[in-house]
């Protein structure tokens, strides 16, 4: 293979030694530049994107040719040349395309621009996908720049550590060369042959060379953008969204262009603005010059343009040259701008591909593709470098070389390793060692310092070490102390985790010590929300009991998207009474104040008692997709649900153990993104006790609820539903969870809503174990307010149960 390798990339530079460059400079009538403008032979594919300086560069073997210059909303221009033995320079000046009104019969007095888009919508299927197969070289480069910043954020100092004091920095620059694979319907994968980061010798770059897609009704860019994705210009619904204008036409290659702007009827709805030009007769787009915004409800990103220009790849094959997206985001007063270009060239048609070509892996990185030298990439590229982009390679690379220096490093973790006041009290703290690839982080002070009826005040101080051996093994340490004030008690254990697995990722935990827990080891309610329940309003919901534990557990990823999971578990329980009544209002809330242990369920406390129990468990998630790097795989999802079986057992005698039961679960998680309408999730459960013959409280099945204001883990509890009133060792339960987030929908109609960006929310909750057990809930609110906070009105129902509140989510607390 490594021969092989060699004789390639000899063949490689043969090649490119033989051929001639030809560069120049792009620009408009005006003497500005065009930035990214394409220069391709006439007739073929090859062809080179220019960069922001309007620079291009192309190797050509010996003959003549005829290059065009093409840029979004520019009328073409074609030089014909002769490569000989000496370099040459090929400069071109566009002219804004002089667009020609043409006669047109007026309708009711319509735009002529809505029966052209009318015509364009006929043709979308026809060429959403105009062949079965095919294949293309694509060259992404992708940088990100730092306009301006602030110093200080949520305490910290905002240091970047490359010695650069000025406000404007790269923060991101990458390139890759990849070839793309595509077969109907939808199978695709990208094998990168090589990949730069600056800064980063051993990184990967981004390479996702899937293009936009207009000719889908609904266009996907990155998600996280908006998960209801976008409506393209000429989708079927596109005339319920749009308004057109028609700008009028020109002629390239002898076909006549029509240029149409795009116009939203509405704003706040998911749909673009700007120009799209399509082809008179055939009505297949030729470029688009489009623009997203904040208007357009996207999240995290203030702007997105996007360019692309299409160009023939056979007689009736229109396929895309170039793309390019320049995003902006303005947060916290960081402010950054930036464009990730791909060129897409050498398509075939008639690939061929071998049955097993298309997997579960859908990009993978070959061996030593992030390690070609910077004489190879000199002349690959397609579209030159920057001067600052030259620059950044050249001071980053220099500083990575310092960064391998463990003085350095250490130097700069000192800097950086600073305890803060926010840090402490609100956000917790992360500490690194980049030298020795270790981390140290706490939580903050609201989190370690609590209060419950059992212990009183109480510290409870959780800290977690981790370091980094390889790319594929690392180990993590969290040890726990916990004193109470009130009882005197103090408990300390240890759990230590080793992940190690080159391809599939495996770990193994120990852990042991004496730890307090929650009767329902989910533990529903969190220490800070029972802190204030109890000393404000009198309730102690959280119920508490101590015991001496060992845990061993072993996670074995078999890949394909399945992961089995097994573990064994001693506990030595003790129960722990009511120490402290202390309340810091109305002494007749005192009332509320319950004993320490599920009154629902036990009379009296439970006796100290020993407990042993083993389980495994199966999850697994079909369609599960991977990033396959040299030494491991990464996780990107599946679109299909998580289906998870677990088998529990206490094994009665061993050690004492009195636990004898055999319970059993199956549950089914996931979502279906219905696009414009929103996103719909879904937790559905049953499960049981097949031996219930001796079942420590511990060990029913308890249902998470939840008593205070503070929404509860969505879609795995029930927000009005008592914490313990139905835990049960019945032989069979269900459960369901689902909810569906508009996303904008609906709410992007009304006037005074839409522009705070708030969404709608609802669902429904419910279980039942017989018809003395069950409970129902459902609830509607908003989310999305100020980012963070969601509201919910529940109504809840079951065995006499009836009422209805107000939850609020919170995502720092998770939800």
């Known amino acids: 293979m490594k021969k092989l390798c060699l004789l390639g990339m000899g063949m490689l530079w043969v090649t490119l030694v033989m051929a001639i460059p030809v560069t120049g400079v792009i620009k408009d009538i005006d003497g500005y530049i065009l930035p990214y403008s394409s220069v391709v032979v006439k007739g073929s594919t090859t062809g080179v994107t220019a960069n922001s300086d309007g620079i291009y ?16 909303g520019y009328a073409t221009v074609e030089k014909e040349i002769t490569v000989e033995r000496n370099d040459i320079v090929v400069n071109f000046v566009l002219k804004r395309q002089q667009l020609t009104l043409k006669e047109v019969v007026i309708s009711r007095g319509e735009d002529p621009a809505y029966e052209i888009i009318r015509q364009a919508i006929k043709k979308r299927k026809d060429y959403k996908n105009p062949v079965a197969a095919f294949s293309c070289e694509v060259y992404t480069k992708g940088q990100l720049t730092l306009r301006d910043y602030p110093q200080m954020i949520f305490g910290q100092r905002v240091d970047f550590g490359d010695g650069d004091s000025s406000k404007s920095t790269m923060l991101y620059l990458s390139e890759t060369i990849a070839t793309y694979s595509f077969q109907r319907p939808d199978k695709e994968k990208a094998v990168v042959t090589s990949t730069r980061v600056s800064g980063q010798g051993d990184g990967f770059g981004f390479s996702n060379p899937k293009y936009i897609d207009f000719y889908n009704n609904n266009v996907s860019i990155v998600e996280a953008l908006n998960p209801r994705g976008f409506i393209s210009p000429i989708a079927d619904n596109a005339l319920n969204f749009y308004r057109y204008r028609y700008m009028g036409s020109f002629t390239e290659d002898g076909r006549l262009i029509n240029r149409i702007m795009v116009i939203p009827k509405r704003s706040y709805e998911p749909v673009f603005q700007g120009y799209i030009n399509i082809i008179e007769d055939e009505w297949r787009i030729q470029s688009v010059d489009l ?3 904040k208007a357009s409800q996207m999240e995290l990103a203030d702007s997105v343009k996007i360019e692309q220009l299409y160009m023939p790849v056979s007689r009736d094959v229109w396929m895309i040259q170039s793309q390019v997206l320049y995003p902006t985001v303005k947060v916290f007063g960081f402010d950054a701008g930036g464009s990730f270009v791909s060129v897409y060239s050498k398509y075939n048609l008639q690939p061929g591909f071998d049955k097993r070509h298309f997997d579960n892996v859908v990009i993978r990185y070959n061996e030593g593709s992030n390690k070609m030298p910077r004489q190879y990439w000199d002349t690959v590229r397609p579209v030159p470098l920057l001067s600052e982009e030259i620059l950044d390679y050249i001071q980053k690379d220099s500083l990575e070389t310092v960064r391998r220096d463990p003085k350095y490093l250490d130097s700069l973790d000192r800097r950086r390793n600073r305890v803060t006041v926010p840090g402490l009290l609100a956000f917790g703290q992360t500490f690194v060692r980049q030298s ?7 939580r903050p002070v609201f989190e370690i310092v609590n209060f419950n009826t059992a212990e009183g005040l109480n510290i409870n101080f959780a800290p977690v070490y981790s370091r980094r051996f390889t790319d594929s093994k690392s180990i993590s340490l969290a040890p726990t102390i916990r004193y109470g004030f009130s009882n005197h008690h103090l408990n300390a254990d240890l759990s230590a985790t080793y992940y190690f697995g080159k391809k599939v990722s495996r770990s193994i935990t120990v852990e042991g010590g004496k730890r307090v827990s929650q009767f329902n080891s989910h533990s529903p309610i969190l220490p800070v ?15 508490i009991y101590e015991a001496w534990f060992t ?11 399945l992961t089995i999971r097994g573990e064994i578990s001693f506990q030595d329980r003790i129960p722990l009474e009511n120490t402290n009544n202390a309340i810091w209002t109305s002494g007749k809330r005192l009332e509320r104040r319950t004993p320490n242990y599920p009154t629902e369920l036990l009379n009296e406390n439970f006796t100290r008692h020993n407990a042993v129990t083993t389980g495994i468990t199966l999850s697994y998630k079909p369609g599960t997709r991977y990033i396959q790097l040299p030494d491991r795989k990464i996780n990107i999802g599946s679109k299909h649900p998580l289906f998870t079986l677990n088998y529990t057992k206490g094994l009665n005698g061993v050690f004492n153990s009195i636990a004898d039961f055999d319970k059993w679960s199956f549950s089914v998680n996931g979502d279906l993104n219905l696009r414009l309408p929103g996103l719909f999730k879904y937790n559905i459960a049953v499960g049981g006790f097949l031996n219930n013959k001796n079942v420590p409280v511990q060990d029913y099945r308890h249902f998470n609820g939840n008593q205070t204001l503070i929404a509860g ?11 313990y009133a139905r835990s049960n060792t019945e032989p069979f339960y269900t459960t369901l969870n689902a909810e569906h987030h508009f996303n904008g929908f609906l709410t992007n109609k009304i006037p005074w809503v839409k522009k705070l960006n708030v969404y709608l929310v609802g669902g429904a909750n419910a279980f039942i174990v017989h018809k003395d057990n069950y409970y129902y809930e459902l609830f509607f609110g908003l989310e999305n307010i100020f980012k963070v ?7 809840g129902y079951g065995n006499g149960f009836k009422n209805s509140a107000f939850r609020i989510g919170i995502r720092t607390f998770g939800n």
């Open 551 to 561: 845990n061993l557990g072993y996670t074995y990823g078999v890949g394909e998207g």
């Open 436 to 442: 020795r690839r270790s981390s140290f982080s706490y």
């Open 291 to 293: 623009l997203l915004t």
């Open 789 to 795: 906070i969601r509201v919910d009105y529940v109504f």
């Open 713 to 723: 883990e969505y879609l795995n509890s029930f927000q009005l539903a008592s914490y």
């Open 57 to 72: 560069y192309l190797n050509l073997p010996s003959g003549t040719y005829t290059l065009q210059c093409m840029h979004v």
């Open 529 to 543: 929300v029972n802190t204030y329940t109890t000393l404000i309003r009198g309730y102690n919901y959280m119920k």
